[in-house]
């Protein structure tokens, strides 16, 4: 990979009339400045931030990984927290894009929370008193063990930091949300933003092999999971233990330009990155190189790559959910001894012990090869947005991709 192709940057201005430059000017908000920005200069600005924030320990990371998931965002993560001059102490807190968050000093986001695109609720939950998500910003409450909600729990989660690192955070969540880009603006105007992209169809399969994997999905067969999307919207046919059913809409993770919009149309371009998955899965060293460069931090030392595990797929449901029951009863024993033991009789023997090397071999196997003629289908209903994609970024990845030689 030639390190002058690393970096993808945006062919046309942003968006002057964005919907999100309009919600922040009507709130009273100004917009950020689009003039570039050093990274030197953020301790800088941080002394001119909102008192709310000088108030609470901790800090605002100097840069986000937004996304994808499946698309190298775990092995950068890794590869980043490795050098002296960064610190990355946690990986996806998701904060800013979680519905309801409070920001502190009585101000809450959670009156700028809309609902995700085109999902609706699902049939017989509860309503948010007020709306969808509309609970006042004092009743918002941080639970030990769990995701902050609130900005001073966030803030903590960095308080590590030495004053000369850089501070970041990896929530790939934060691509496809449409909250998390003017979150991050309003708090971290000078942020720097490193987005991953990937070939649609490769990363719908292996996002589709995880979601099985972590319980948010569970029709196992690609082709069918992709048909339901339609009932899904109208918030029927989700699993019961789905904690984010808005992932189970795969094709909304595919539109590429609207999520990198979001964030030129808040931050100016010289502040976000967009790598190409395919160049960081060739040369992760020279991917590395650039991102360093971007954050403006010493490039020249040597990080050795990170090798992820590949999605597998899963053969034995039901040895997976056992597997993970007792897993998570023994590190819960003071409140689930009762379930501990009961999970721990009925796992075999053999599972016992050395049991995470064991079970894998059993539970996962490789992923049969995608239908053919699926993949076909798929490449030519994205064929339309990777053309913008190639557009926005001014980078041909139609010849990338293998989408030029579709008829």
């Given at each position: 990979m030639q390190e002058t192709a690393q970096e993808s940057r945006p062919a046309e201005s942003r968006p002057a009339e964005s919907r999100l430059a309009e919600s922040r000017l009507a709130e009273g908000r100004p917009s950020p400045a689009v003039a570039p920005r050093s990274m030197m200069d953020a301790d800088d600005e941080a002394m001119d931030a909102d008192d709310k924030e000088q108030s609470l320990p901790g800090r605002i990371p100097d840069f986000f990984i937004v996304g994808h998931p499946k698309c190298g965002t775990t092995a950068l993560y890794e590869m980043l927290r490795r050098h002296p001059q960064i610190h990355m102490p946690a990986k996806e807190p998701r904060f800013f894009a979680m519905k309801q968050?409070?920001?502190?000093?009585?101000?809450?986001?959670?009156?700028?929370?809309?609902?995700?695109?085109?999902?609706?609720?699902?049939?017989?939950?509860?309503?948010?008193?007020g709306g969808m998500g509309a609970r006042p910003p004092g009743e918002i409450r941080d639970v030990p063990g769990r995701r902050s909600h609130t900005l001073a729990g966030y803030m903590a989660l960095f308080a590590g930091a030495r004053p000369d690192q850089r501070v970041g955070e990896a929530s790939p969540a934060y691509l496809r949300s449409g909250l998390a880009a003017s979150r991050i603006a309003a708090v971290a105007p000078q942020a720097r933003i490193i987005a991953i992209l990937r070939e649609p169809t490769s990363f719908l399969r292996s996002f589709h092999l995880q979601s099985v994997r972590g319980y948010n999905e569970t029709e196992k067969d690609f082709r069918t999971a992709l048909a339901l999307e339609p009932e899904r919207r109208e918030g029927r046919r989700i699993p019961r233990l789905s904690r984010t059913p808005e992932d189970l809409l795969y094709s909304d993770h595919v539109r590429y330009v609207e999520q990198l919009r979001r964030y030129h149309a808040v931050l100016a371009p010289e502040q976000v990155l967009v790598l190409i998955y395919e160049d960081f899965k060739a040369d992760n060293r020279a991917?590395?190189?650039?991102?360093?460069?971007?954050?403006?931090?010493?490039e020249s030392l040597s990080i050795e790559p990170v090798q992820t595990r590949p999605s597998r797929d899963l053969r034995f449901h039901r040895l997976h959910t056992l597997v993970n029951l007792r897993r998570m009863a023994l590190r819960n024993l003071t409140v689930a001894r009762a379930l501990s033991q009961s999970v721990n009789n009925l796992t075999p023997r053999w599972l016992r012990g050395s049991m995470r090397t064991r079970w894998r071999g059993v539970a996962y196997g490789e992923p049969p090869a995608p239908g053919e003629e699926l993949m076909r289908e798929l490449r030519h209903r994205f064929k339309p947005e990777v053309e913008a994609l190639s557009a926005y970024l001014n980078r041909d990845l139609m010849s990338m991709w293998g989408y030029d030689g579709l008829d």
């Amino acid at each position: 990979m030639q390190e002058t192709a690393q970096e993808s940057r945006p062919a046309e201005s942003r968006p002057a009339e964005s919907r999100l430059a309009e919600s922040r000017l009507a709130e009273g908000r100004p917009s950020p400045a689009v003039a570039p920005r050093s990274m030197m200069d953020a301790d800088d600005e941080a002394m001119d931030a909102d008192d709310k924030e000088q108030s609470l320990p901790g800090r605002i990371p100097d840069f986000f990984i937004v996304g994808h998931p499946k698309c190298g965002t775990t092995a950068l993560y890794e590869m980043l927290r490795r050098h002296p001059q960064i610190h990355m102490p946690a990986k996806e807190p998701r904060f800013f894009a979680m519905k309801q968050i409070d920001m502190g000093a009585g101000e809450s986001l959670v009156r700028g929370l809309e609902p995700q695109p085109g999902l609706a609720q699902r049939p017989g939950a509860e309503p948010l008193p007020g709306g969808m998500g509309a609970r006042p910003p004092g009743e918002i409450r941080d639970v030990p063990g769990r995701r902050s909600h609130t900005l001073a729990g966030y803030m903590a989660l960095f308080a590590g930091a030495r004053p000369d690192q850089r501070v970041g955070e990896a929530s790939p969540a934060y691509l496809r949300s449409g909250l998390a880009a003017s979150r991050i603006a309003a708090v971290a105007p000078q942020a720097r933003i490193i987005a991953i992209l990937r070939e649609p169809t490769s990363f719908l399969r292996s996002f589709h092999l995880q979601s099985v994997r972590g319980y948010n999905e569970t029709e196992k067969d690609f082709r069918t999971a992709l048909a339901l999307e339609p009932e899904r919207r109208e918030g029927r046919r989700i699993p019961r233990l789905s904690r984010t059913p808005e992932d189970l809409l795969y094709s909304d993770h595919v539109r590429y330009v609207e999520q990198l919009r979001r964030y030129h149309a808040v931050l100016a371009p010289e502040q976000v990155l967009v790598l190409i998955y395919e160049d960081f899965k060739a040369d992760n060293r020279a991917a590395v190189r650039t991102v360093l460069r971007f954050l403006e931090v010493d490039e020249s030392l040597s990080i050795e790559p990170v090798q992820t595990r590949p999605s597998r797929d899963l053969r034995f449901h039901r040895l997976h959910t056992l597997v993970n029951l007792r897993r998570m009863a023994l590190r819960n024993l003071t409140v689930a001894r009762a379930l501990s033991q009961s999970v721990n009789n009925l796992t075999p023997r053999w599972l016992r012990g050395s049991m995470r090397t064991r079970w894998r071999g059993v539970a996962y196997g490789e992923p049969p090869a995608p239908g053919e003629e699926l993949m076909r289908e798929l490449r030519h209903r994205f064929k339309p947005e990777v053309e913008a994609l190639s557009a926005y970024l001014n980078r041909d990845l139609m010849s990338m991709w293998g989408y030029d030689g579709l008829d």
